[in-house]
Protein backbone atom coordinates (compact mmCIF):
# COMPACT_ATOMS: atom_id res chain seq x y z
CA UNK A 1 0.00 0.00 0.00
CA UNK A 2 1.08 3.26 -1.07
CA UNK A 3 1.86 5.83 1.61
CA UNK A 4 0.08 9.42 1.61
CA UNK A 5 0.96 12.72 1.10
CA UNK A 6 -1.65 15.71 1.69
CA UNK A 7 -1.23 19.13 0.67
CA UNK A 8 -3.33 21.55 2.96
CA UNK A 9 -3.84 25.17 1.70
CA UNK A 10 -4.67 28.34 3.17
CA UNK A 11 -8.54 28.46 1.59
CA UNK A 12 -11.11 29.45 3.92
CA UNK A 13 -12.92 26.51 5.30
CA UNK A 14 -14.71 24.36 2.59
CA UNK A 15 -18.15 24.22 3.42
CA UNK A 16 -19.37 21.44 1.49
CA UNK A 17 -17.53 19.25 3.28
CA UNK A 18 -19.66 19.28 6.63
CA UNK A 19 -22.57 17.68 4.93
CA UNK A 20 -20.08 14.61 4.89
CA UNK A 21 -18.57 14.87 8.26
CA UNK A 22 -17.98 17.51 10.99
CA UNK A 23 -15.06 20.24 11.42
CA UNK A 24 -12.74 18.15 13.87
CA UNK A 25 -13.54 14.59 11.74
CA UNK A 26 -11.61 16.66 8.55
CA UNK A 27 -9.36 17.32 10.98
CA UNK A 28 -8.11 14.09 11.99
CA UNK A 29 -8.39 12.62 8.33
CA UNK A 30 -5.47 15.04 7.64
CA UNK A 31 -3.61 14.20 10.29
CA UNK A 32 -3.72 10.67 9.67
CA UNK A 33 -1.69 11.15 6.85
CA UNK A 34 1.89 9.83 6.19
CA UNK A 35 3.28 13.54 5.57
CA UNK A 36 1.60 16.64 5.93
CA UNK A 37 2.53 19.77 3.57
CA UNK A 38 1.47 23.43 4.24
CA UNK A 39 2.42 26.81 3.10
CA UNK A 40 3.50 29.88 4.52
CA UNK A 41 2.23 31.39 7.75
CA UNK A 42 -0.61 28.39 8.14
CA UNK A 43 -3.94 31.31 8.18
CA UNK A 44 -6.43 29.07 9.11
CA UNK A 45 -3.74 27.85 12.47
CA UNK A 46 -5.82 27.12 15.35
CA UNK A 47 -9.03 25.83 13.54
CA UNK A 48 -10.09 22.19 13.80
CA UNK A 49 -10.37 21.69 10.46
CA UNK A 50 -7.29 21.68 9.33
CA UNK A 51 -5.98 19.08 11.49
CA UNK A 52 -2.91 19.92 13.85
CA UNK A 53 0.50 18.19 11.96
CA UNK A 54 3.14 19.52 9.60
CA UNK A 55 5.88 17.77 8.44
CA UNK A 56 6.93 20.36 5.36
CA UNK A 57 6.36 23.87 5.25
CA UNK A 58 7.14 25.62 2.09
CA UNK A 59 7.00 29.75 2.47
CA UNK A 60 7.50 32.52 0.16
CA UNK A 61 11.12 34.08 0.66
CA UNK A 62 10.61 36.81 -0.96
CA UNK A 63 8.30 40.33 -2.15
CA UNK A 64 6.04 41.60 0.69
CA UNK A 65 4.02 38.13 1.36
CA UNK A 66 7.25 37.37 2.85
CA UNK A 67 8.24 40.95 4.54
CA UNK A 68 5.03 40.21 5.84
CA UNK A 69 5.85 36.77 7.76
CA UNK A 70 9.15 38.13 8.24
CA UNK A 71 7.66 40.89 11.04
CA UNK A 72 7.37 39.91 14.79
CA UNK A 73 4.15 37.33 14.95
CA UNK A 74 4.11 36.96 11.16
CA UNK A 75 4.71 33.70 11.17
CA UNK A 76 2.86 32.54 15.21
CA UNK A 77 2.95 28.47 14.12
CA UNK A 78 1.37 26.86 17.57
CA UNK A 79 3.82 24.20 18.73
CA UNK A 80 2.24 21.16 17.51
CA UNK A 81 2.41 22.69 13.94
CA UNK A 82 5.94 23.12 14.16
CA UNK A 83 7.18 21.84 10.85
CA UNK A 84 10.15 19.25 10.74
CA UNK A 85 11.81 21.59 7.46
CA UNK A 86 11.19 24.15 5.46
CA UNK A 87 11.45 24.54 2.06
CA UNK A 88 11.69 28.16 0.31
CA UNK A 89 10.58 29.55 -2.52
CA UNK A 90 14.09 31.01 -3.96
CA UNK A 91 17.81 32.10 -2.24
CA UNK A 92 19.94 34.67 -3.85
CA UNK A 93 20.58 32.83 -6.61
CA UNK A 94 17.41 32.11 -8.03
CA UNK A 95 15.12 34.88 -7.13
CA UNK A 96 15.57 37.00 -10.14
CA UNK A 97 13.48 33.58 -11.76
CA UNK A 98 9.91 34.70 -11.07
CA UNK A 99 8.46 37.60 -13.04
CA UNK A 100 8.85 41.04 -11.27
CA UNK A 101 6.23 42.91 -9.17
CA UNK A 102 6.46 46.98 -9.66
CA UNK A 103 3.83 47.05 -7.50
CA UNK A 104 5.13 45.82 -4.83
CA UNK A 105 7.91 47.95 -2.72
CA UNK A 106 9.56 44.64 -1.55
CA UNK A 107 9.67 43.07 -4.82
CA UNK A 108 13.29 40.88 -5.32
CA UNK A 109 13.97 41.81 -1.47
CA UNK A 110 14.77 38.26 0.41
CA UNK A 111 13.67 37.36 3.90
CA UNK A 112 14.12 33.89 4.50
CA UNK A 113 16.74 34.12 8.00
CA UNK A 114 13.87 36.82 9.35
CA UNK A 115 11.32 34.56 8.63
CA UNK A 116 12.33 31.73 10.22
CA UNK A 117 13.34 33.77 13.08
CA UNK A 118 9.32 34.80 13.34
CA UNK A 119 8.51 31.42 13.24
CA UNK A 120 10.45 30.05 15.89
CA UNK A 121 12.02 27.68 13.02
CA UNK A 122 15.31 28.33 13.38
CA UNK A 123 17.58 25.53 13.43
CA UNK A 124 15.18 23.23 11.40
CA UNK A 125 16.41 21.88 8.32
CA UNK A 126 15.80 24.07 5.16
CA UNK A 127 15.95 23.69 1.66
CA UNK A 128 15.20 25.62 -1.49
CA UNK A 129 13.45 24.82 -4.96
CA UNK A 130 15.56 24.42 -7.50
CA UNK A 131 16.30 26.66 -10.20
CA UNK A 132 14.71 23.95 -12.79
CA UNK A 133 11.81 23.61 -10.91
CA UNK A 134 11.12 27.14 -10.58
CA UNK A 135 11.54 27.62 -14.17
CA UNK A 136 8.75 24.62 -15.09
CA UNK A 137 6.13 26.15 -12.68
CA UNK A 138 6.74 29.65 -14.54
CA UNK A 139 6.44 28.07 -18.07
CA UNK A 140 3.53 25.50 -17.25
CA UNK A 141 2.07 29.01 -16.25
CA UNK A 142 2.94 31.18 -18.90
CA UNK A 143 1.79 28.37 -21.06
CA UNK A 144 -1.41 28.14 -19.34
CA UNK A 145 -2.03 31.92 -20.10
CA UNK A 146 -1.15 32.18 -23.57
CA UNK A 147 2.59 33.00 -22.99
CA UNK A 148 2.53 35.62 -20.37
CA UNK A 149 4.88 34.73 -17.28
CA UNK A 150 3.05 35.40 -13.72
CA UNK A 151 4.13 34.41 -10.59
CA UNK A 152 3.14 31.03 -8.95
CA UNK A 153 1.51 30.50 -5.69
CA UNK A 154 2.91 28.92 -3.17
CA UNK A 155 0.60 26.21 -3.23
CA UNK A 156 0.82 25.53 -7.13
CA UNK A 157 5.01 25.50 -6.18
CA UNK A 158 4.33 22.85 -3.39
CA UNK A 159 2.63 20.73 -5.53
CA UNK A 160 4.26 21.04 -7.86
CA UNK A 161 7.38 19.56 -6.04
CA UNK A 162 5.20 16.74 -4.84
CA UNK A 163 4.54 15.54 -7.64
CA UNK A 164 7.56 15.67 -9.11
CA UNK A 165 10.64 15.29 -6.43
CA UNK A 166 11.78 11.71 -6.53
CA UNK A 167 11.97 11.96 -2.57
CA UNK A 168 7.96 11.85 -2.86
CA UNK A 169 7.65 9.20 -6.00
CA UNK A 170 6.75 6.29 -4.02
CA UNK A 171 3.07 8.87 -2.07
CA UNK A 172 -0.10 9.32 -2.81
CA UNK A 173 -0.63 12.79 -2.97
CA UNK A 174 -4.04 14.36 -1.85
CA UNK A 175 -4.59 18.37 -1.45
CA UNK A 176 -7.13 20.39 0.06
CA UNK A 177 -8.07 23.85 1.16
CA UNK A 178 -7.66 25.50 -2.03
CA UNK A 179 -10.08 27.34 -3.87
CA UNK A 180 -7.68 29.20 -6.38
CA UNK A 181 -8.18 32.99 -5.95
CA UNK A 182 -6.60 35.54 -3.94
CA UNK A 183 -4.13 38.23 -4.41
CA UNK A 184 -5.02 39.48 -8.51
CA UNK A 185 -1.32 39.36 -9.46
CA UNK A 186 -1.80 35.44 -9.60
CA UNK A 187 -2.85 33.56 -12.74
CA UNK A 188 -5.86 31.44 -10.79
CA UNK A 189 -7.47 30.49 -13.89
CA UNK A 190 -4.49 29.05 -14.74
CA UNK A 191 -3.18 27.27 -12.12
CA UNK A 192 -6.93 25.82 -11.58
CA UNK A 193 -6.53 24.65 -14.90
CA UNK A 194 -3.15 23.13 -14.16
CA UNK A 195 -4.30 21.15 -10.96
CA UNK A 196 -7.21 19.44 -13.05
CA UNK A 197 -5.17 18.18 -15.92
CA UNK A 198 -3.03 16.60 -13.08
CA UNK A 199 -6.50 15.09 -10.99
CA UNK A 200 -7.13 13.73 -14.76
CA UNK A 201 -3.72 12.29 -15.15
CA UNK A 202 -4.41 10.60 -11.57
CA UNK A 203 -1.13 12.60 -10.35
CA UNK A 204 -3.12 13.80 -7.48
CA UNK A 205 -6.46 13.60 -5.78
CA UNK A 206 -9.04 15.75 -3.64
CA UNK A 207 -9.70 15.34 -0.54
Not at 5 to 31: C, E, S
Not at 67 to 81: D, E, L
Request: a positive charge; one cysteine or more.
Amino acid sequence: MRKRLIVVGNAPRPRHIWQRMTPARFGRKIDAFDVVVRCNEIKNRNKPWIGERTDVLFVRAEGSPAHRMSQPGGMAIPPSMRPGRVIFSCDENSRGLYPSNPDDPHDGMIFREAILESGGLTGLPVATLSVSEIRSVIGLLAEASGGTPTIPSMGLLAIHHVTTAPEFTDFEVWIAGFKWRGWIGHNWEGERAIIEKWRKERRLRFL
